[in-house]
């Protein structure tokens, strides 16, 4: 899911900074109302869990692998606002330290996974947790990673490099992340599942339903 | 950091990440005996950009691994220093922000 410099057009790349810069300024202002004793640990603890649960790639006969990407649960647990700054944290180290993903790029990568993973699987988890709850977390983590997707595979499908074959990156990219959703479907479902029963107090929304903050206007 | 040791359950997660980074190796492990391809790879190839990658910065561990040490110790360095940084910059811009 991580593009590398390179594959993106300047244009492309500086849309994508423009997008995730307004996001994460706006999630930042929010986060303000929202840290404190309680969430600031929680917000680490997230974060640092994520990066782990990132280098855990689930090897798939056939040939491929994935790795659970967080963005939706993230969102669930903590909220919109504070769920971009976790995966923030954790897409930039792996930029800075790691290589994985490029710098010029690390606007889009932000935008992809800190900011559409978080933001999609929020919302879908609040339209569809009346319904059933766990259910719920499964298609958030399910249905975000695979418009995360179709976030990358429409910048590089944008850009030169691509030759500007969006009809062959879109198809490629969503179609492979929605198979591999599944996974991130059942993951964030089994670990939110696991949350909720063990301290339902640190689920935003749990204790205090209208005090769950509005999902950022993006 | 210190409300994760006082707390039970922040020491409850620290283990929890502890847990994670000891399984990073064997799943890297595993991932490249099925040999590892991502979607956007596939994108790349069937598109001719595969070439067209051109890091800018590598960073001081590329690829997760060490330089100099092989695979697995470097999979395990690489989850430790990365999961400790990812931690303590969370916290501190949590911390930054909360003011």
């Given at each position: 899911?991580?593009?590398?410099?390179?594959?993106?057009?300047?244009?492309?790349?500086?849309?994508?900074?423009?997008?995730?810069g307004?996001?994460i300024g706006?999630?930042?202002?929010r986060?303000r109302?929202?840290?404190?004793?309680e969430r600031?640990?929680?917000l680490?603890?997230?974060?640092?869990?994520?990066?782990?649960?990132?280098?855990?790639?689930?090897?798939?006969?056939g040939?491929t692998?994935?790795?659970?990407?967080?963005?939706?649960?993230?969102?669930i647990?903590?909220?919109?606002?504070?769920?971009?700054l976790?995966?923030?944290?954790?897409?930039?180290?792996q930029?800075?330290?790691?290589?994985?993903?490029?710098?010029?790029?690390?606007?889009?990568?932000?935008?992809?996974?800190?900011?559409?993973?978080?933001l999609?699987?929020?919302?879908?988890?609040?339209?569809?947790?009346g319904?059933?709850e766990?259910?719920?977390?499964f298609?958030?983590?399910?249905?975000?990673?695979t418009?995360?997707?179709?976030?990358?595979?429409?910048?590089?499908g944008a850009?030169?490099?691509?030759?500007?074959?969006?009809g062959?990156?879109?198809?490629?990219m969503?179609?492979?992340?929605?198979?591999?959703?599944?996974?991130?479907?059942a993951?964030?479902?089994?670990?939110?599942?696991?949350v909720?029963d063990?301290r339902?107090?640190?689920?935003?929304?749990?204790?205090?339903d209208?005090?769950?903050?509005?999902?950022v206007?993006? | 950091?210190?409300?994760?040791?006082?707390?039970?359950?922040?020491?409850r997660?620290?283990l929890?990440?502890?847990?994670?980074?000891?399984?990073?190796p064997?799943?890297?492990?595993?991932?490249?005996?099925?040999?590892?391809a991502?979607?956007?790879?596939?994108?790349?190839?069937?598109?001719?950009?595969?070439?067209?990658?051109?890091?800018?910065?590598?960073?001081?561990?590329?690829d997760y691994?060490?330089?100099?040490?092989?695979?697995?110790?470097?999979?395990?360095?690489?989850?430790v220093v990365?999961?400790?940084?990812?931690?303590?910059?969370?916290?501190?811009?949590?911390?930054?922000?909360e003011?």
């Amino acid at each position: 899911m991580h593009i590398p410099d390179g594959f993106l057009d300047p244009l492309v790349a500086g849309l994508f900074w423009v997008g995730s810069g307004i996001a994460i300024g706006i999630a930042v202002r929010r986060a303000r109302r929202e840290l404190g004793d309680e969430r600031t640990p929680l917000l680490g603890v997230v974060a640092a869990g994520l990066f782990a649960a990132q280098m855990l790639n689930w090897p798939i006969p056939g040939g491929t692998s994935a790795h659970f990407v967080g963005g939706a649960f993230a969102g669930i647990l903590l909220g919109p606002s504070l769920g971009v700054l976790a995966m923030t944290a954790v897409v930039t180290i792996q930029a800075l330290v790691f290589g994985d993903g490029g710098i010029i790029a690390l606007g889009a990568n932000l935008f992809a996974m800190a900011v559409v993973d978080v933001l999609v699987g929020y919302a879908v988890f609040r339209g569809l947790r009346g319904v059933h709850e766990t259910g719920a977390a499964f298609v958030a983590g399910w249905v975000a990673v695979t418009a995360s997707a179709l976030a990358v595979g429409a910048g590089v499908g944008a850009s030169s490099a691509f030759a500007y074959e969006l009809g062959v990156t879109v198809p490629i990219m969503v179609g492979g992340h929605a198979l591999l959703g599944t996974i991130e479907g059942a993951i964030t479902a089994a670990v939110y599942g696991y949350v909720a029963d063990a301290r339902p107090d640190l689920v935003l929304g749990r204790t205090a339903d209208e005090g769950l903050s509005p999902e950022v206007g993006l | 950091m210190k409300a994760l040791t006082r707390n039970s359950w922040g020491r409850r997660a620290l283990l929890l990440l502890l847990l994670l980074v000891v399984l990073a190796p064997a799943f890297g492990w595993a991932s490249g005996v099925v040999g590892y391809a991502e979607p956007l790879e596939n994108a790349a190839e069937a598109t001719g950009a595969a070439d067209e990658a051109s890091p800018l910065i590598s960073g001081p561990f590329p690829d997760y691994s060490v330089p100099g040490l092989g695979a697995p110790a470097g999979t395990l360095v690489s989850a430790v220093v990365g999961t400790t940084l990812t931690l303590v910059f969370a916290l501190c811009a949590g911390k930054l922000v909360e003011r």
